[in-house]
C-alpha cells in the first residue's frame, strides 16, 4: 500500500462516505485511494493527466481484484478538465477487463466540468447493460452529488445481500 502525499489529500478526503483506506497507487493519469465500505471497496480516482483507453485499462485491471462482491464502485473526479478520450470500443474493451476482473456490477461517478460528458454517462448506462453487466453511472459537477450517490448504490447493494 503507498503512503498518501500532500497531492493525493483529496482523495483521501471522505466528504460523506467512511470507510478503512486499503490500498493507494498512481498510474499513467490517475492516482487513486480504495477503501473498505462494509463488505464492499470504493475506489476514488483523480485523473492528473490526459487519460485514454491505454491508460484505463491498466488502472480498470488493478481494481477490480479489490472488489471480492464482484461489484466495483468507483468515483473519477476529472475537475481539473483533462483531456478525457471515450468511445463505444472503449467501453468494450473496459466491460471485457470489469468481466475477467470478476466483476459483475459497476457503479460509477464521474465528477466533471464537461457540460457534454452527460451524453457518455448516458451511453455509458446503456452500454453496460446491453453487456451484462449491473449498475449505473451517473455525471455530475458536484463532487457530493457523486458522494451521494454512490453512498446510496453503497447502500441499496448492501440491502440486496442481506434480503
Do not use: C, W
Amino acid at each position: 500500500m503507498g503512503e498518501l502525499t500532500e497531492d493525493r489529500y483529496m482523495l483521501a478526503g471522505n466528504r460523506i462516505i467512511e470507510g478503512d483506506l486499503i490500498e493507494t497507487g498512481a498510474m499513467q493519469g490517475f492516482e487513486y485511494a480504495s477503501y473498505r465500505v462494509g463488505a464492499e471497496v470504493l475506489h476514488r480516482i483523480r485523473a492528473v493527466a490526459p487519460i485514454g483507453i491505454k491508460e484505463r485499462l491498466p488502472l480498470f485491471r488493478a481494481l477490480a481484484r479489490l472488489n471480492p462482491s464482484g461489484a466495483m464502485f468507483a468515483i473519477l473526479d476529472n475537475r481539473q478538465r483533462h483531456a478525457n478520450s471515450f468511445s463505444i470500443q472503449d467501453m468494450d474493451a473496459i466491460v471485457a477487463v470489469l468481466k475477467a476482473g470478476g466483476i459483475g456490477a459497476f457503479y460509477g461517478a464521474t465528477v466533471t466540468l464537461d457540460p457534454d460528458y452527460g451524453k457518455i454517462g448516458k451511453l455509458t448506462n446503456a452500454h453496460i447493460s446491453l453487456n451484462g453487466l449491473g449498475g449505473r453511472v451517473i455525471v455530475t459537477g458536484d463532487p457530493e452529488e457523486a458522494e451521494i450517490f454512490m453512498r446510496e448504490m453503497l447502500a441499496a447493494r448492501a440491502a440486496g445481500r442481506n434480503a
